[in-house]
């Protein structure tokens, strides 16, 4: 039996992207879907690409955020429109794959193995997908290819936004060996400070 070919899918700054399709004035703003910016208390759920770079991230207080980003515009969340665009997105997967394994609203994992012979290697389902979902959803997504479900995972962390990253048993060596153990699926906090410990600092 062969490998598998196995897609991990990640919409990129999901709350965000889809906030910014609906708020066309916010083009090229530092935007953060969060809490209730008035009453300044909530946390910070996504940013977009704009505000990340000023260095707000994920789980920041809103008063924070706005410390290290004074421009940035806060808007609440808004679930039922996520989970909207979210089910779009499994639409389009599903007509590559039966075999899907959501991973929160915005990334999951698809097998397409059986589907190579009918629509392409992963590359070229990966490719389509992508291109879907930017014409048809309007947001990106970025995408690991691999023969199992930990390093399709990384491979969709490894380059964002919108990129494709493939690790095949050709290259995956030379690239995931030498990366932090941290980028690892389920290495946390308290896992990476035991390996540490231990002297394990990269994934080889």
């Not at 039966?98 to 012979?117: A, F, N, R």
Request: charged share 25%; with cysteine.
């Amino acid at each position: 039996m062969g490998d598998r070919t196995i897609l991990h899918s990640d919409m990129n700054c999901f709350y965000a992207s889809v906030e910014m399709l609906h708020h066309p004035e916010l083009e090229g703003k530092p935007l953060a879907v969060g809490g209730d910016p008035e009453a300044r208390h909530g946390i910070v759920l996504t940013a977009n690409y704009i505000a990340k770079k000023c260095g707000v991230k994920t789980g920041m207080a809103l008063w924070q955020a706005k410390q290290v980003c004074p421009e940035i515009v806060f808007v609440p969340p808004r679930m039922d429109l996520y989970l909207r665009f979210s089910s779009m997105a499994r639409e389009i997967y599903s007509e590559y794959t039966d075999k899907i394994e959501p991973y929160g609203i915005d990334e999951g994992w698809l097998d397409v193995t059986e589907s190579s012979s009918i629509k392409g290697d992963g590359m070229k389902i990966a490719q389509e997908i992508s291109e879907r979902i930017k014409y048809e959803l309007g947001i990106t997504v970025s995408i690991g290819i691999s023969w199992n479900k930990i390093f399709a995972k990384l491979g969709s962390d490894y380059k964002k936004p919108d990129a494709i990253t493939q690790f095949h048993r050709g290259n995956y060596k030379e690239i995931v060996w030498g990366l932090p153990v941290s980028d690892l699926l389920y290495v946390g906090r308290q896992t990476n400070k035991k390996l540490k410990k231990l002297g394990i600092h990269t994934i080889g």
